[in-house]
Structures are given as structure tokens and as C-alpha cells.
């Protein structure tokens, strides 16, 4: 036991002093230097491009998932694109369909990206299923939270700025009394960025644990994995 946490201890820490960076950096990204005017209560007004604190984390944990190499880092922002680029056709085949109160052109527009995401995997080696599923995902739960912008009649609200916020019809239906009321176009695109931005703190963690490990530790990682290699 002993020794297993002493060799997980340098991603530990690098993951922890990383996490640590990226919430800082997106929080104030959203709600103190990219934004559109003061709230009044020591925070800013998201403006409607801003980014999404806990997609980074989905893009991290992706990488990981798949290895944790550059491989891995190029399939995950592909299909971080991809899932990204389904959510937004979606978002627009709502608006064009049917809104409130009904739920079906929702319902029927993830039927439909869903069944050509996974057919189109059989001939496309590129794609990859759950990393597409996960990010769309994060698309669709950013677009409710938001407001739901072309399903609600300006769901996203209108004007992004304080004095809209403060009427009823421009403000939005997003959270916080309309605070992150987003167009869907910027919802796909928010997702998107704050994903490739996680990606990148996931590439930094794993080379800032190589960086503080031991050299005694790495000679002995590197001997255990060649043992593998010769026993497999």
C-alpha cells in the first residue's frame, strides 16, 4: 500500500496544484475579465462567450481514460469537436422544429444524432463513441442550464448586458434569474473551448508529474513496465 501511494503521489500533487489553476482561471475568465457588465455584487455579468468550469474536467478525465498520450490527446479533441458539432446541429433543429411546451423534436434530433454518430463509427476509425456521447452531453446540459435557447423564445436572452437582465423578456431563462441566459450557437462553442482548455490541463498534469518524480522511482516504473512487456 505504502509503496503504491508513494507512486501515485507526484500526479497526485500535480493534479491537485492544476485543478487548483484551471478553476481559478475559468471562474475569473467568466465572472471577472471576459465579461458584460457589473452585477452589483462584487461579480461581472458572463458575457456570452465565456467558459464552462466543470466541461474542462470531462476533457481531462477523457484523456486519461484513453491513455493519458499524445495519441490520446488528439483522439479526445477530435471528438470533442464532433460531440460539440452534434449538440449545435441539435440546437438548431430545435429551434427550426417545434419548442415549448413539447419535447419531442428534442427527443427525436438525439435519436437521430445518436443513431448516425454510432453507424458512422463503423467506417470512420476516427470516432470514438463515448468521448462524442460525453461531450454532447455536456453541450446539452450547459444549453438547459443556459436556458434552453431556441426550444424557449430567447432562452439565451437578448442584449447580454445588465440593463436586459433586468426586464423580463430580454433576460433569458437561464439560471440565476436569467445571469447565464446563453445563444445556443455560444453554448456549443463555450463547451468546446472550456473542453479543449481541460485537454490541455490534462496534458500539463501528466508532464509536471514526470517533472517531479524522482529519478529513483522513474528507473523503477520504467523496470516494472519492461517486466510486463517481457512476461505479456
Not at 133 to 143: P, R
Amino acid at each position: 500500500m505504502g509503496e503504491k501511494l508513494k507512486a501515485t503521489l507526484p500526479l497526485a500533487l500535480s493534479i491537485a496544484v492544476l485543478s487548483f489553476l484551471y478553476v481559478e482561471f475559468t471562474a475569473n475568465f467568466t465572472f471577472h475579465w471576459v465579461t458584460s457588465g457589473n452585477l452589483g455584487n462584487g461579480l461581472d455579468l458572463p458575457s456570452n462567450f465565456h467558459l464552462v468550469i466543470p466541461a474542462g474536467f470531462i476533457a481531462w478525465g477523457l484523456f486519461f481514460a484513453l491513455g493519458a498520450s499524445n495519441k490520446a490527446a488528439g483522439e479526445v479533441a477530435a471528438n470533442c469537436l464532433f460531440g460539440c458539432l452534434a449538440a449545435l446541429i441539435l440546437f438548431v433543429f430545435v429551434d427550426i422544429v417545434k419548442g415549448v411546451p413539447d419535447f419531442w423534436a428534442i427527443s427525436l434530433g438525439v435519436g437521430l444524432l445518436a443513431f448516425f454518430i454510432v453507424l458512422f463509427s463503423g467506417a470512420v476509425t476516427l470516432i470514438n463513441v463515448p468521448v462524442i456521447f460525453a461531450t454532447f452531453g455536456a453541450c446539452v446540459l450547459w444549453w438547459i442550464a443556459t436556458g434552453l435557447d431556441g426550444w424557449a423564445p430567447n432562452g439565451g436572452g437578448v442584449g447580454n448586458s445588465v440593463a436586459a437582465l433586468a426586464k423580463p423578456a430580454t433576460a433569458g431563462t437561464g439560471a440565476f434569474g436569467g445571469v447565464l441566459s446563453t445563444p445556443f450557437t455560444f453554448v456549443a462553442l463555450d463547451v468546446f473551448v472550456t473542453l479543449l482548455v481541460g485537454l490541455v490541463f490534462g496534458m500539463l498534469s501528466t508532464r509536471l508529474a514526470a517533472l517531479i518524480t524522482p529519478g529513483s522511482m522513474k528507473r523503477e516504473q520504467t523496470q516494472a513496465a519492461d517486466e510486463r512487456v517481457a512476461t505479456a
